[in-house]
């Protein structure tokens, strides 16, 4: 009996019990979404003013289900790349992201709650927002993937969304930042808060010492099932960059998405076979670094950059998360002691720094005359204070909703604020969580049984003994057992 | 050469040129698809008045693509599971799953057709409700699996499809019983026409006697692959249970459908590792049990459930659903030589009568306060009668379409009818169809031919001698073929 | 190290940086996407006029979605299906693709522009566009899959996208012929573009001569990986066929596409068992047969074809592949030395002229009885000139953008023009593309090369040896080695 999972399910239905609760007391359906709201209705019986304004679920479905997609299958089928770890890569990811969907919408509701005390109105854009934090806590799980245990990545979750969630609260309505494509509270918040985790845990000093373990490693079936998180990751990107904003903004983070996408995979190809000593691809490379585009233009993907501007974030996102996987992770683990099992420093961290940065000189050089009045729904804080004098230069100027009169330069300061306060956050909320996590109750993990599914799932019979009885295999005679097969084809040369 | 394949292509030719024949005289295009109709017309050369309706496609699009993906991607690789079954799983699924959608076309245009004689209309919604009819005949297919011919599910196929149509428009004309997500009319129907169908074939018995059959089990890969399956319906089930309802309503049933689903899921892994011997995982019970959320909340799906309610219901799917796997699958294998091989009883058939009495509870307590007028959109037969004296006393229900004036008590009871009179024609239905495919000239499956690929599939050569030449590999004499591979299983002589 | 990649990653960098001056010289935003263009903008603090007209995005981001997932998941996860070249399959695929949509959208701005000289406006469209060109490069990607190097397929893709363009110009703009699907443009121009390229590039000598290849196969898990692709190119291709059409038009080709690829899947699997010796399904059949119901409507798929057409038409497309697939690739290699590794010439080459073909005869039988005014639009080349007697006998016609006049049959003899000049410039383009990429610098694979992703890619360490070392491998003695495995992890005890 696996003594780490004893109590667990006793815990998580606990869990559930209290998010019910919680829910019973604070949620209720947005207007949109109420039979007793007369708008965005649908009820032909009725006179038409009852649905004359359109339902936002019409607007916001399919953008939803796209992200839905990446969350669950992109993130999902991204981290079974580990030849004995598909179960819980696939499985834990699943868990996690459902418990972690229903917390985020409760911790939403202290900030961005509707009417009345920490009141939540759920509508299709407050499951699209519960999805987009939960990528954080999905990026978080990967930089320690196959060291946890479930119990662990629960109470993870359950400290990482609500941390987010002050920090999201901070950067967008204190800090007044712009990140559409959350490159900064998402991607960065994600990335360095699972890096400080696995620091804390002690991953890094646990594999280092002796020798390596064969299981971190892929196979040439769970590498193909690992594009499959990374195909859909790559096509849906434009809609997780665009999700939260509209009109022609949505349109734009679309476009720059999708060319920083093109050009960051094209990038990502020609440094992978250059790096390696055999001018081969690595794929690894492959399934990361080409998505490293989406992350790198995220926080100015709907700012006026140009088409060949967003190409260029492509290929330094790509540039960069390729060196970060050939050159910098081992370093992290050779002298950091830093273990970080599915490189997400390198596709979410760096490439979310690089996307914060980028925003900021956008920010930063971003007028009037590039945006029209747009400049100012861009960017609120930028719109004038009530009485100011612009406002008696330019009359249209009146029409807006007032905002702090800040300039480009401040705007750009306080992105990088947001930024800095980003990676402060984080990286502390990681460290902390990570030493929670270490009491010895919660921390049950041998490096044995890292990377390995046969610890938390009933395996097929097929590898049952190979996965359990390693000893038993490397006693093999070499003749009557000359073969184990995990996973396929024999080819026996006897025929 | 495959006896029961004799004439297959054949018979199937024959009801492909039927099918074209009747709808040849039957199906025409709807008005928002016919060039000479000025409705959703975009001829941007012509008069406004051409195209200012929108085209029905538009709106439903979407919602048809998910549900899509969920009927043939969904299905198809969720039963993958079975380790030599999987050429079968995702292709038998395709095939029946595309003549029956035809079929199905055509079945609708019995009792919903257009203008004139049995004159079937074709529009978006024709085809998002031939794949929802589709999902009842794959739900069945679940029950069958791996001991079927494909000529027994064609006609198995022909048969539920035509009786799924009489059921549904039963319930939904007749008792105008609610059913938004099908959980009655789809769910319910299906698994318990596939139990019948099992039991009257007596798959369950032949299974029962003598040695179990090491082929129905799953391996590493199989695994993995069925979780596509599973991710894809968990991810898509609220476009599911809200593709036929607009507005407000179907806003809800996205929301609840997505609360019941996260619900559920933690459910289902807490319930697997509890009710495990070793506190471990059980992939059936991921691959299956994480989905009865979407199932149970199916008929209640836009009904004012609040998210609070949609959790627990999500909860009890769950929890019914993994003690339908763990505990009930073997039961009734022992003891009603029932055999499911997918378990559908558990996902599809228990929480979809959940499902049904969810749904009766809601009607039994829905009022006015809570819904407004569109009370009477939900459930049209509380609409008041002509010339009712409640119309007398709140003038504003002269304008909706006159009902029969049910009380919410009788909306509940027909409710309950629906559900009773769905169980009846199902299990009926089933038992005569399985007696059908019991006529020797269909049924020739032997018990050593189930889940085995080999016997419809030309199969690569990797795997073709251990599907071809099983007694041979028997009589390995543990030196020269110390190992027999098949995509994942070893078979070691030696053991 | 492999010489053929030798500076590889310089040349791919190159091109990039090329793509991305190209970029800042002619590509801005369209209208829709721009900041200060006040049309389809979404800033609510603006008066109402900015935003009152819908932007595009809305309409076309769903299909754009189901389209990008055809390219990169459907193309690259069709071609995984042989056995050790699932990396490449999947990965050259992204790498190409991401190349070639940058490209294409270069390509289209030299004739379709917008503003300015050679100005490119890029919307939704455009990007939805590019994946459509895109389609054409895979196709013929296909037909000499495993036996070029990555640099020659950005070479080819290169080439063919600018003819690609030219050729859709000549055919859409110049013969003003129909073409919704790209059945013709992208279907065909596709497939013989490749055979052309196998053909001039002498593989089919190469495999003809000397034992076979074994690597020239599929496994049980490369074969259902393939059919993601498959069932992802199944559900969305009703996306890819209506994707550039509008209302009415768009709503039948989605029903069209939708009828006949279900008929074409059903023939498909009635004809793979037929033409089987032992009555036996062929996974080549149904990962690809069952699909050619697309390719077979695509022309025709917004005409007004009536459903029972589309069914033919399914029925039609199915036969042919699979015959294609069962009897004339065979003949091709043998008699004229021409290998076509995915049998592309089945999928898109006989049955895109069928489509070809079709459209021509429904052209050809059009008439305003059928299409009402919307004739008109459906064939402007058919609406009567200025000052045309026409207009005279019917004012109505008066309200059109006067066209060229032509009579049905003119349209039907400028539809078989569009095809056969297609035919022509797509064989005569693959033979000269493949006599470049003949050149020694760039034609550097040997037979025994073909198939193998270890030649491009670091391979798992599990077939890492199977891989690299055919020879000992043949050499195993029956005792010391007695299995290798591939597609897995072997632990090889003696090791």
């Known amino acids: 009996m696996d003594k780490t999972q004893y109590g667990f399910g006793a815990i998580l239905l606990l869990v559930e019990a209290t998010i019910i609760i919680q ?36 607007k916001k479905h399919p953008v939803f289900q796209d992200v839905h997609v990446m969350v669950f299958i992109g993130f999902g089928f991204l981290m079974t790349f580990l030849k004995k770890y598909g179960f819980s890569a696939i499985g834990f990811n699943l868990l996690i992201a459902a418990l972690n969907v229903q917390w985020s919408i409760l911790c939403s509701g202290f900030f961005h709650g509707g009417s009345g005390h920490h009141h939540i109105d759920i ?88 020798p390596g373990l064969e299981k971190e490693g892929s196979s040439y079936n769970s590498d193909i099932f690992a594009m499959i998180g990374t195909v859909f990751l790559w096509l849906f990107w434009p809609s997780f960059n665009s999700a939260l904003v509209d009109g022609d903004d949505q349109h734009r983070a679309v476009i720059n998405t999708y060319l920083s996408l093109t050009a960051c995979c094209v990038t990502a190809f020609a440094l992978s076979s250059l790096v390696s000593e055999e001018k081969k691809f690595d794929m690894v490379h492959i399934q990361n670094a080409t998505l490293a585009g989406g992350v790198a233009i995220g926080t100015a993907c709907d700012m006026m950059i140009y088409p060949y501007g967003a190409l260029i974030v ?56 590039q945006y029209g009045l747009s400049l100012y729904q861009q960017f609120p804080a930028r719109a004038p204070t009530k009485n100011s004098s612009q406002i008696h230069d330019n009359p249209q100027l009146s029409l807006l909703i007032p905002g702090d009169g800040r300039s480009a330069g401040d705007q750009a300061g306080y992105q990088l604020l947001a930024l800095g306060v980003t990676l402060v956050i984080a ?65 026996d040369t006897a025929q």
């Open 23 to 58: 829910m019973a007391t604070m949620a209720d359906y947005h207007s949109h979404a109420k039979a007793t709201d007369n708008v965005g209705n649908n009820n032909a019986q009725l006179p038409k003013y009852y649905r004359e304004e359109e339902n936002i679920l019409r």
């Open 123 to 210: 509508s299709i854009t407050t499951l699209l927002s519960a999805d987009l934090a939960t990528a954080a806590l999905l990026i978080s799980f990967g930089a320690v993937l196959g060291k946890t245990t479930p119990l662990q990545l629960v109470i993870m979750g359950l400290i990482e969304t609500a941390l987010f969630t002050c920090n999201e609260h901070l950067g967008l309505n204190i800090f007044k930042a712009k990140d559409s494509g959350g490159s900064i509270f998402v991607h960065v918040f994600g990335a360095y808060f699972g890096l400080g985790a696995s620091l804390a845990l002690g991953h890094g000093k646990t594999i280092s010492q002796g």
């Open 314 to 369: 492509g290929v330094l996102g790509g540039s960069l998360s390729v060196i970060g996987y050939h050159y910098i992770q081992a370093a992290f683990l050779s002298n950091l002691k830093l273990h970080d099992t599915c490189g997400v420093h390198n596709l979410h961290g760096m490439p979310g720094v690089l996307a914060g940065i980028i925003g900021a000189v956008m920010a930063g050089v971003a007028t009037e005359s």
């Open 427 to 491: 990286v502390a909320g990681g460290l902390i969580t990570g030493f929670i996590l270490r009491v010895p109750v919660l921390n049950k993990m041998t490096k044995e049984q890292y990377f390995d599914d046969s610890h938390f799932w009933e395996i097929p019979a097929d590898i049952k003994s190979h996965h359990q009885e390693p000893n038993k295999m490397a006693e093999g005679d070499g003749k009557t057992v000359e073969a184990f097969v995990y996973d396929n084809t024999l080819i």
